[in-house]
């Protein structure tokens, strides 16, 4: 193979909102160059290459020839200078944009294997990592989009987001584990992070001494078999939290099912000790870190001592910016200060242009920081509310003032079969559909969540309605189909997975969508 590389770009400005957002500590492009070429002369057998080039942020898709990249994009936070680095990459795609995904990356596919390492010095000079994007490693830490902000947050958890990226990239204790480890931060109770469904969630609490402090869980996920984690410490020192991180990580090594993929996460092994004895195994690992512990975390993050106040639009006259305002702004902890949610349908879809406009708001308007979500849109973090009519004209003219981002018709979906090679159903297709029945609807307290097979990476187990793509014989031939999920929730209390309802084929699914709200409409009560 033939690798084309090109001229390495300068440098771009990695800091912003007073955060060092560079996280390349590696020749990624060299080494990946060197393994490339090992591959290809028979030096490095094909599970071992591909095993590598997961961990590199490369995967496999559908279509034969081509990859997906990754991008790593820890916390989802981003400078300008990187947003712009990366729209300069979804420009010279072949589909002209990427994806932004559940946790808070950017997907783009099509891309040429040649492509590759040209695309990751361009990455890497922006101080963007592809380290441990994909594969059996610990992926990238996510937290709540408004941590240093949040109204409620009882600190901000992204010095401690960004400690714990940095502490395990490549990390020798985490290499070829047993399968894929993920990590969340939340900065309240409410769980806006979702770490309830994450291999270790890490809850901002107030320590017994008034330190900032860590509920601490262990083993959730989604997938075939969804698990709630396992709360083991109420308040662990932040300061410390590395430490229950890699007691985990250590249990996980040696009892994780290496055999079975499909029963390789830790949740299986919590599933197949039960609480207790999971709990007391956990302990016996903590102990051995504990006698030789990692660093500690230094990091200046006050407990917020909070004001609240009611944010109302400023008025212009305008339906158009009051209906946008009233489902895609909220308010910050700061007085005057607000949240501006951009909302990207269809899994996500972001061109170049989108992101460029971004960064240009994110200085004028904003913090600095262009924030990727969860939910697959992005933030524009501490907008005086005075300038919220400015930024308002500047998003319609950049086609990016939709409204409803907070609202059901903002709908979450994984890629389904446009690329995935496990996908049953073309889940972004439905996500337009059901698109026409919410769009009418302002429902802030519904969330529609849809995959394209059981893994969930749509997350429709947590999704007040929730769709993913199962397959149905009929006639002798199969069809695509959906099941129908209801009542799933993530708050203070952990994950609530959504009732399985029933198996509908896929050209009936928004025929179903208006019969549940109808019947919810008539039934459903506070909370």
Known sequence: MNIATQPSPQNVQTTAGGLDLNYVATDEVADFIARTEAYESGEMSSDDYRAYRLTRGVYGQRQDGVNMMRVKIPGGLLAPAQARRLAELLDGSKLGFGNITTRSNVQIHHVAPTTVPGWKARLNSAGISQLDACGNAVRTVTQDPHAGLAPDEVFDTTPYMQAITRFFLDHPRARLMPRKFKIALSTSVADRGLTAIHDIGLVAVKGPDGAPAFRVAIGGGLASMPQNALVVHDAWPAADVLTPILAAIDLFQDHGNRRVRSKARIKHVLRRMKAVKFSALYETYLEKVVAEPPEQIIAETPLWNHRPWTFAAPRTGNDTFSAWARSSV????????????????????????????????????????????????????????????????????????????????????????????????????????????????????????????????????????????????????????????????????????????????????KDALAVILTWADANKAAG
């Open 330 to 509: 909220r308010a910050t902890r700061i007085q005057g200060k607000v949240f501006v949610t951009v909302r990207f349908d269809d899994g996500g879809r972001m061109t170049g242009d989108d992101l460029r406009t971004l960064a240009d708001l994110s200085e004028r308007y904003a913090d600095g920081l262009v924030a990727l979500t969860v939910h697959q849109n992005a933030l524009l973090r501490a907008v005086h509310v005075d300038e919220l009519p400015q930024l308002f004209t500047a998003l319609e003219a950049a086609n990016l003032a939709r409204p409803g981002a907070l609202y059901a018709s903002n709908a979450t979906s994984c890629p389904g079969t446009s690329t995935c090679n496990l996908g049953i159903t073309h889940s972004r297709n439905l996500a337009k559909e059901l698109q026409q029945v919410l769009e009418t609807r302002e429902d802030a307290d519904i969330t529609v969540k849809i995959s394209g097979c059981h893994n969930s990476c749509g997350q429709h187990h947590i999704g007040t309605i929730g769709f993913y793509g199962a397959v149905k014989r009929m006639g002798g031939k199969p069809a695509p189909h959906y099941r129908v999920m209801i009542g799933g929730d993530i708050d203070e209390n952990g994950a609530k997975f959504g009732t399985p309802y029933g198996l509908l084929p896929s050209r009936r699914a």
